[in-house]
């Protein structure tokens, strides 16, 4: 039982590198007001999960900002409209529109 909690910290810190992000990314802005994006090209809804929860929620959290930020980038988007978010006992979810702002 003791190594119960090492595995799970060894399986977050794993989980979380596979989360790379690369400098479009980083530029994508989260907004949730529909006024952010008015003139802005909409590309399409994004979704993500994480599954990580519980003691690991706040690195859930961020796996799931990178997940949207990183899709929103790879649909060549600025900016994510940020639609609905949910986090509950076994997963974090959210979904947004992405926008192309100049």
Same mark, same amino acid.
């Given at each position: 039982?003791k190594?119960?909690p090492t595995?799970i910290?060894a399986?977050a810190?794993?989980?979380?590198g596979c989360? +790379?992000?690369?400098?479009?990314?980083?530029?994508?802005?989260?907004?949730?007001?529909? $006024?952010? *994006?008015? =003139?802005?090209?909409? %590309?399409?809804?994004i979704?993500?999960t994480?599954?990580m929860?519980?003691?690991l929620? +706040?690195q859930g959290?961020?796996?799931l900002l990178?997940?949207?930020?990183?899709?929103t $980038?790879? *649909?060549? =988007?600025t900016?994510? %409209?940020l639609i609905?978010?949910?986090?509950g006992?076994?997963?974090?979810n959210a979904?947004?529109?992405?926008y192309r702002?100049?």
């Open positions: 039982m190594r119960l595995m910290a399986t810190g794993l989980l979380a989360v +790379s992000s690369s400098d479009r990314d980083v530029s994508v802005k989260i907004v949730r007001e529909q $006024a952010a *994006v008015a =003139g802005c090209q909409n %590309l399409g809804q979704r993500a994480s599954l929860t519980g003691v929620a +706040s959290y961020d796996s990178a997940q949207l930020k990183s899709k $980038a790879e *649909v060549s =988007g900016h994510l %409209l609905d978010f949910s986090s006992w076994s997963s974090h979904v947004g529109d992405a702002c100049s």
